[in-house]
């Protein structure tokens, strides 16, 4: 089988055509995303340059680096959060299936119900855990049993059974792991296609985390998940294909961009890397 | 070994001498503020109890022919009390969307650059001193607009006052609600945004709900103040005490009350003279409760987003 | 499941061409929004429009040298003019150091005790008290009580009082944004806490302080009611001398030829409004530029 990621220290623009290694076979699918060349700059700096990797449908893909790596810059790029920020502006080819993300005549709008996020920090509405799920129902139209849909979402976020007393009780009565699969159940509940997660889990306790993880295993039968994570054990524990990205100086300004390292089966990635920066960063040398 | 002349003279007090005399004179300025109110109190008071010797409560309070100095002199504050509230209504009526529009505007929608401008541009509305804009309702208002828009409009009425009013006050809302739906946290807005609704939605379905506290009080200030106000509604709404709900008449408030028996000859100690201090609580009274009720809405449901 | 499978993934019914954030709900939605906007700054720009055309032709020398008349065309507003510069001066004198004294007192000296918010209390409380009531408390307490009469310096301290909420909590932002470092680095070499402020906190905080005095006097420059109430006078035909003289001021003077019955004392009330509104941004632009000039970012 062809290996991944020959991407050494002092060959810059070295890449090669990828291919997907997928776990098991018999799912041999079209990658959900395709990214080409992609850049994301913010004004005139580049916050990451030349990302070239396949993501296949459900699996759970992490993107893991150190701090300005531009993990989580790419992994808002594909779903178009980007957008809200100004000056921001991608360069290169996104596809999701078939189309071009970027396409002028794709919604934003539209993108952002197919492919949902949960962010760093839980970030629940300030209304009743009912709402907070139904306010997405709602605005995508799903509005046909919406006492059902908040009950599938929340048992599929793990949350139903400690919940279903009270359903009118403020989001912000819950624990911090909680309200972080509050998240999730509104997230799942307009049925995306993908679920991006940025570092889903670095505001939570141990416990915690460790039931989101679990959750993400039940979640990716039905969804295709890319996480951003800096926590090395946990892609190590949840994701099939790992994505390392480091910085680089760029040019003549102490600015740093981030690069993609080395896109592997994980692993393969976490005990026998390709790149010597990999290698570095998962024991420990440096980030 | 501990050496006695490194901690001599620990004890002893560094502050020169004159200081204790500086700290009482500061402290002295800040118990003016107490002295101030004590004063507001004490003069309303004294007057007002005095006024409240010669007319029944009852005939102040549910009295509806204010003549104070007409004989019979009948002392019901009904009409100036109906003025204030019609005037303040249609004045709530103009400002609370116009002002809270254009706070949703430049808190959701408007660029820096475009919030850069008009931001100053609403404090200098909110700086033009009231006499000016009576002005304006009674020679630009009433004339150009309402007597050739809603007919039997007389040349002092409610209506230009009440516009006035609420012209006054929309810098206020504007900008009170503008601070409350700042104060929301960017991550509610993108957890919004990132399940596909638009900016239309976050703002009215989750903005606003969330910030609501702020807007209420935003809301009740702006009340209370345009019920304090004085030369708008005495100029543009004359000065003949009305019971009527028919905003084009003419109809006198209870600040244009004041104003108005500022102005003339009455003697002091006369009850016409004690009138107007028995107004003058009842206006610190209600605006008082209306200040008060807007800080407890704001500290009540602060905690409430995070 | 009672709910549907999710759609299969296809993605080409992403690129509709359509957007909801341009959809006509969403595009009429944002353009109500605008019109409100507007329509409060397109009234002032009327306004200011249409004082200057009714005022700008009545403004000449002899508006501002003559004495108020019972003729429009010989209407001036030199008493007026003369006694508004008399109480701004009275006034910034005598709130300056009482309210900076208590911002001071309350911000660097006062312990964290009931006491003090009583006093916090008291300056929100007093800030949203109607400037009508104001005058009362002058009449009351300067006129009559201490017998001061109606005079320009009872109507000073009157409005003193009504700016004195405005000056302490300006000058205690200005205060409280004065870093904390400068204080430690001049207790830190023995200086007592009333050195530290005076030769410190205080020179660091002035432009602030600066700022929000002219707030104060803007505010109180415009104030009309309050002065009314405690006896300022309607029809002036002498020019104030000192401090214990009757007055008018200028909102006074507009106020009153507003309401005069001929149609050209209207003219003569825009010119006062023009100079009244001219002083105004005069304060302002200067407000601008201390901040502008002398603000330290920390």
Request: charged share 20%; net charge positive.
């Amino acid at each position: 089988m062809p290996r991944l990621g020959n991407l050494l220290a002092d060959r810059r623009n070295e890449t090669e055509k990828r291919t997907i290694i997928l776990p098991d076979q018999s799912q041999a699918t079209e990658p959900v995303f395709r990214l080409e060349d992609v850049s994301v700059y913010y004004g005139d700096f580049r916050a990451v340059r030349d990302v070239t990797l396949d993501i296949a449908q459900h699996q759970i893909t992490a993107l893991i680096g150190p701090s300005g790596c531009g993990k989580s810059t790419l992994i808002r790029v594909l779903n178009r959060m980007n957008d809200l920020i100004p000056g921001a502006r991608v360069e290169g080819k996104v596809v999701y299936h078939d189309q071009d993300l970027y396409d002028p005549a794709v919604d934003p709008v539209e993108v952002r119900r197919r492919i949902g996020m949960v962010f760093q920090r839980p970030n629940p509405f300030p209304k009743s855990i009912y709402e907070n799920i139904a306010f997405g129902l709602r605005v995508n139209g799903l509005t046909d049993d919406i006492d059902d849909r908040v009950e599938e979402a929340l048992k599929a976020a793990a949350l139903w059974e400690e919940v279903k007393a009270d359903l009118k009780k403020s989001a912000f009565d819950l624990s911090g792991g909680q309200q972080q699969r509050l998240c999730i159940a509104r997230a799942v509940a307009v049925q995306p296609d993908v679920i991006l997660m940025d570092e889903p889990c670095s505001a939570l306790d141990p416990i915690s985390t460790a039931r989101v993880e679990d959750l993400m295993f039940a979640l990716k039968d039905r969804y295709s998940i890319v996480i951003v994570t800096h926590n090395m054990q946990q892609a190590a524990r949840v994701s099939e294909m790992t994505a390392f990205f480091t910085t680089e100086i760029t040019g003549d300004d102490e600015r740093r961009t981030g690069v993609l390292v080395e896109y592997d089966r994980t692993e393969t990635l976490f005990t026998r890397p390709s790149d010597e920066r990999t290698e570095a960063y998962i024991t420990g040398r440096f980030g | 070994m501990a050496d006695q002349s490194v901690t001599a003279g620990l004890t002893r007090s560094r502050a020169r001498p004159g200081e204790a005399l500086i700290k009482i004179l500061l402290r002295l300025c800040a118990v003016v503020v107490l002295l101030t109110t004590v004063g507001i109190v004490a003069s309303l008071l004294f007057e007002t109890v005095e006024f409240f010797r010669d007319v029944g409560f009852g005939e102040y309070f549910t009295g509806t022919t204010w003549a104070p100095t007409f004989k019979p002199a009948r002392f019901g504050v009904l009409p100036l009390v109906a003025a204030t509230f019609l005037i303040t209504l249609i004045g709530a009526v103009v400002a609370f969307p116009l002002g809270l529009a254009s706070a949703i505007y430049l808190s959701e929608y408007a660029s820096n650059r475009v919030r850069k401008i008009v931001k100053p541009i609403l404090e200098i509305l909110a700086g033009i001193p009231t006499v000016v804009l009576g002005y304006f309702a009674l020679t630009f208002i009433t004339p150009t607009l309402l007597q050739k828009l809603v007919p039997g409009t007389e040349v002092f009425n409610a209506l230009a006052a009440g516009i006035a009013v609420g012209i006054m006050i929309i810098p206020m809302i504007a900008s009170i609600s503008e601070d409350a739906m700042r104060a929301v946290p960017q991550s509610l807005r993108q957890g919004a945004l990132a399940m596909g609704a638009t900016r239309r939605t976050v703002a009215t379905k989750i903005v606003v709900p969330a910030a609501l506290s702020g807007i209420a009080a935003a809301f009740i200030l702006a009340l209370s103040r345009a019920i304090g106000e004085t030369m708008i509604v005495t100029i543009a709404g004359g000065l003949n005490p009305t019971l009527s709900a028919d905003p084009r008449q003419s109809m006198e408030t209870m600040t244009a009350y004041i104003v108005q028996v500022s102005l003339g000859d009455t003697p002091a100690g006369s009850t016409a003279y004690k009138t107007i201090f028995a107004l003058g609580t009842t206006l610190f009274v209600i605006t008082l409760a209306l200040n008060t009720l807007s800080y407890r809405i704001v500290r009540r449901f602060r905690e409430k987003y995070e | 499941m009672s709910v549907a499978a999710p759609p299969a993934p296809s993605a080409t019914s992403l690129a509709t061409g359509r957007r909801a954030e341009r959809s006509v709900r969403a595009l009429t939605f944002q353009a109500v929004l605008l019109m409100c906007l507007s329509v409060g700054l397109m009234t002032l720009l009327v306004l200011l429009i249409d004082v200057f055309r009714d005022g700008v032709g009545s403004l000449n020398a002899d508006f501002l040298n003559n004495l108020d008349s019972r003729f429009a065309r010989r209407a001036g507003i030199r008493p007026a003019l003369i006694g508004t510069l008399w109480l701004m001066g009275l006034v910034a004198v005598i709130s300056f150091p009482i309210g900076v004294g208590a911002a001071i007192w309350l911000e660097e000296f006062a312990p964290k005790n009931k006491f003090t918010a009583l006093i916090d209390v008291n300056i929100a409380n007093l800030a949203g008290v109607p400037s009508i009531v104001y005058g009362l408390l002058g009449l009351a307490a300067f006129v009559r009580f201490m017998h001061m009469g109606r005079t320009v310096l009872a109507g000073a301290l009157t409005l003193v009082l009504l700016i004195l909420p405005v000056i302490i909590v300006s000058a205690r932002e200005a205060l409280r944004a004065v870093p904390d470092s400068i204080r430690h680095g001049a207790l830190a070499v023995g200086a007592t806490t009333w050195q530290t402020v005076s030769r410190h906190t205080l020179p660091a905080a002035i432009p602030g302080i600066m700022t929000g005095m002219i707030l104060g006097l803007s505010r109180a420059i415009g104030e009309t009611a309050p002065l009314i109430t405690m006896g300022a006078l309607t029809y002036v035909n002498f020019v104030p001398t000192g401090p214990l003289d009757r007055f008018t001021a200028m909102p006074i003077q507009i106020f009153n030829w507003t309401s005069r019955p001929q149609a050209e004392f209207q003219n003569v009330a825009a010119a006062g409004i023009i100079l009244l509104l001219g002083a105004l941004l005069l304060m302002n632009a200067v407000a601008v530029f201390l901040r502008n000039r002398y603000e330290r970012r920390w």
